[in-house]
């Protein structure tokens, strides 16, 4: 089994390849592009980190779905992957309890929520409602609470974050996109958000992510290792079937 863990900033994936003693690999990407792998072996279980690298003009992680899309596609194209996870940051809704550092599993579908189509066909279709796998095992079996992530285009708050709160329990910029491309190729999907910042407070979002980000990358690493460890000690089919 391959299991390929898709970050969109470095800092996010950087404990977990120290903690793992992963190795970069080079020369596995289109050299054009400034994604960054690093792999290495659990359990027998070949494990691949990619992370979307920077943007050279402004010296910043490339995030967004844009750098998404592509990473995934590469990922899948080079590495062919049995599982593809989307791991990273996220805000959360204190609505739907959450805290500081508080991981969620995707569950239902992944879904981008500041889409706006009026369109017949068109609406649902750029909502995506693509599916990930049931993580209701995994997150029992790890003590998690799970639910409905959704990808859009802003840290800053927005009307529709809000309108978000009723059925998403994390908001971030990838898992969509990442969700999108793992379904056209037919390839089991998981997201793993680590809560920075909690949208329906009175707080300034971008604000709170910088403030927050290490204690979130701290508990999203213990999770992604323990959860790592669960799919590789026993047979990973039982934790990723699709609904």
Known sequence: MKIA??????????????TLSANEVINTFNPHLPFRLFQCTIHGTALSIICSGKDTRYQVDNIGCEAATLLAYETVQRLQPDLIISAGTAGGYKARGAHIGKVYLS????????RDVPLPGFSESAIGHYPCIDSSKLASKLGLDCGV???GSSLRKSPQDMHAKKHVVAKEMEAAAIAWVASLFGIPFLAVKSITNIVDEEN????AFQENFPIACA???EILTNLLHTLTEADANKYIEAR
């Open 107 to 114: 569950e239902g579908e992944i879904q981008f929520h500041d």
């Open 219 to 221: 508990t999203l690493t």
């Open 5 to 18: 863990l898709c970050f969109a900033m470095q800092d996010e994936a950087a404990p977990l390849i120290e």
């Open 204 to 207: 300034l979002s971008e604000i």
């Open 149 to 151: 992530i959704s990808s």
